[in-house]
């Protein structure tokens, strides 16, 4: 075996995948124990025991309390946790154990696995990123690389998936990267050249993904279905769950099929509909004009047309449906799209590359045999552009509220950084506080607080006045970075970002006051930050070993202690409230833990869900409900009302339809016996 592997990891909203660089320079995906490329993002506490995987989703309509899914979408979301068993897990502790389970299952083919490059979202602010990389890290990683999932996908495009020297890109081109997975929708204008893949600009919306699509079915075929028999599928979590599943497998169908059937049973009812899948775009046709609006715009913003893309690339599962696929084409002006990556594997494919690149210098270029596959590896360079603008906050006079001062702009190639002069507010002030934020994912979007940076110690008897030069930077990986320099002296300050859950920098001094900065060099405006009540962070217990690992200590928000048996911090019980239900609505919020007032973030509202159609009622698959056996009582069925069919294309007159009855046209024949 190798002395060190180049591996890279997918971790997905909804699969994950995990593949590493053969002796070879090829890009060989590494399947878990059950022989499956791509493992399910779910997670089943049975027990003491932890199941990840296939085994898990089996499970989640059976023991749907204990199954977490979709721990990517609440990625960086501090508020947000799930109880199971009496017990807190974070999103961070949910991935950790699913990146834990790759590992594992990759040892068994080569060997141990120390570092990894995860791939990210564009959209990702350094908040996300350091929730990624502290998941890494609690799986037992020793050194995390970020790459973001569109550079990622273009890597594996230009380099090929059957080695870095069989298959290369000849000339330039401009790659427009469209990749839609589970959760999110990523855009990437990409420039390749020779030994060089360049981000130019990246765009799109973490809360738009697959997982939407499924939400939308999901809520037609429970209306109906509550309309048929009075019971609402949604109002239960094993109904919930059982549904969520037969959606996801009826939109895989569509992608392939013009028809899918979707089995529903609850509360002793079972029907089975028959999807089209002109029923399911109109359903989602919003979700799809939402797509276009962002992927226009990024165009927009950087003033190219698509004459001057020469390829449109998709990845993702979600990139699948054919509603995504014809709108693309349709406003590329019907361009040919390039769909020869795996919308599965490619992702994992491009972060091998990248993690290749990285040792490319060390032993593990050393033990590759074949020495062009080595001199590709160190040429190949990439480099990609922050999401985000990244700045401070400060208080506006006129308002008296504070406002984001931007002093990196979004898209700004990486790595960069930016210098701000600040001045101390009182005489001989030794410690200074600034409030780190980038901006949201959309222009009117609220920004991100990514926390609070504490300049300390500051010379001894400085005048008020005196000028502080702060550096704000972004790394490669698009992770922020502060230091400080007081310029009289040219003393340097240490400067960290301490962060609400303390996952790089260690904690605070209750005991430690804040100082007031005012912001010099804007001409017309006074800027004053001003100091705010900051939350003690939350101490982090030491990473338990392997055999402990199944058990992760969950922590009090609050106060930094071990929480009991039963998810209540003994030291807080008296300010904590009971559990809240798990709220239905799929984007980031708290579940079963109260949050400080001062925690909480404003979160968008919803995207309404648009009144279904008459004509969009889900087509009754089967001659009638069949009763199967149940343990509670089944409430009486009500009266089943008529339900109008989809229009057909040359429709009868209305008398001849009453005559012959409305259902005998559109419901499906029974099968001839």
């Known amino acids: 075996m190798l002395p060190t592997h180049a591996v890279g990891i997918d971790l997905g909203t909804t699969y994950s995948c995990i593949a590493y660089l053969n002796d070879h320079g090829e890009p060989v995906t590494i399947p878990n124990r059950d022989g499956e490329l791509c493992t399910p993002s779910v997670v089943m506490f049975d027990g003491n025991h932890v199941v990840v995987g296939t085994e898990a989703m089996r499970n989640s309509v059976r023991m749907p309390d204990r199954v977490v899914m979709h721990a990517k979408r609440y990625m960086g979301d501090l508020t947000h946790r799930w109880m199971v068993g009496g017990k807190s897990y974070s999103p961070i502790d949910i991935s950790s154990l699913i990146l834990r389970q790759l590992l594992a299952d990759a040892k068994e083919r080569i060997g141990d696995i120390e570092r990894a490059v ?127 599943l037969e959606v996801e497998q009826a939109k895989r169908s569509l992608s392939v099929r013009p028809k899918a059937a979707l089995t529903c049973q609850h509360s002793g009812h079972r029907k089975t509909y028959q999807v089209e899948l002109e029923q399911f775009e109109r359903l989602t046709k919003t979700l799809v004009d939402q797509m276009e609006t962002l992927t226009k715009g990024l165009l927009e913003e950087n003033k190219m047309g698509w004459a001057k893309v020469d390829v449109v690339l998709t990845t993702g599962g979600a990139s699948r449906m054919p509603m995504v696929r014809r709108m693309l084409k349709q406003i590329g002006g019907y361009k040919t799209l390039n769909t020869s990556l795996s919308p599965d594997q490619s992702i994992a494919h491009g972060a091998t590359y990248y993690a290749g690149m990285l040792l490319a210098n060390n032993a593990f270029a050393k033990s590759i045999l074949n020495a062009q596959a080595e001199a590709r590896l160190k040429q190949f360079k990439q480099q990609s552009v922050a999401a985000r603008a990244l700045g401070i906050l400060v208080r506006d006079d006129a308002t008296g509220g504070r406002v984001p001062h931007y002093l990196l702009a ?264």
């Open 410 to 673: 979004a898209n700004t190639e990486l790595p960069a950084e930016a210098k701000q002069t600040v001045g101390t507010v009182v005489r001989n002030q030794r410690r200074a506080h600034l409030y780190v934020v980038e901006s949201g994912t959309a222009a009117d979007a609220q920004f991100v607080e990514l926390g609070t940076c504490v300049i300390d110690p500051l010379p001894e008897g400085l005048p008020e006045g005196s000028e502080i030069e702060v550096t704000i930077r972004y790394d490669e990986q698009a992770r922020v970075h502060v230091s400080a320099k007081e310029m009289r002296t040219g003393q340097v300050a240490h400067a960290e970002i301490v962060r609400p859950e303390n996952l790089m920098v260690s904690a605070i001094s209750e005991e430690s006051r804040d100082a007031d900065i005012a912001v010099k060099g804007r001409p017309g405006h006074k800027p004053i930050l001003s100091p705010a009540a900051i939350t003690k962070p939350v101490s982090q217990a030491p990473a338990p070993d392997d055999e402990a690992f199944d058990e992760p200590i969950p922590l009090c928000d609050d106060c930094g202690e071990a929480l009991d048996n039963r998810g209540k911090c003994p030291k807080c019980q008296p300010a904590s409230g009971p559990a809240r239900r798990p709220p239905t609505d799929a984007r980031p919020q708290a579940r079963g833990v109260p949050v400080p007032p001062a925690m909480k973030k404003p979160t968008p509202p919803p995207r309404p869900m648009p009144a279904l159609p008459s004509d969009d009622e889900i087509i009754e698959f089967d001659s009638g409900a069949h009763k199967i056996p149940k343990k509670p009582a089944a409430p009486a069925p009500i009266a089943k009302p008529k339900v109008k069919a989809p229009p057909l294309a040359n429709p009868p007159p209305r008398a001849q339809v009453e005559k012959a009855g409305e259902e005998e046209f559109w419901k499906m024949p029974k099968p001839k016996k």
């Open 118 to 244: 995860i791939t990210v979202p564009a959209q990702f602010s350094d908040v996300h990123r350091q929730a990624t990389a502290e998941a890494g890290r609690r799986a037992g990683l020793k050194h995390i690389d970020i790459i973001n999932e569109p550079v990622a996908a273009a890597l594996c495009f230009v380099l090929g998936t059957e080695g870095i020297w069989f298959t290369e890109l000849a000339t330039g081109q401009t790659i427009m990267v469209v990749d839609l997975g589970g959760g999110t929708f990523d855009l990437s204008l990409v420039r390749y050249e020779k030994n060089s893949v360049r981000v130019i600009a990246s765009g799109g919306d973490l809360y738009l993904g697959g997982l939407d699509w499924n939400n939308r079915l999901e809520k037609a075929i429970a209306k109906q279905f509550q309309q048929e028999f009075g019971t609402d599928m949604l109002a239960d979590r094993e109904g919930k769950q059982a549904l969520m």
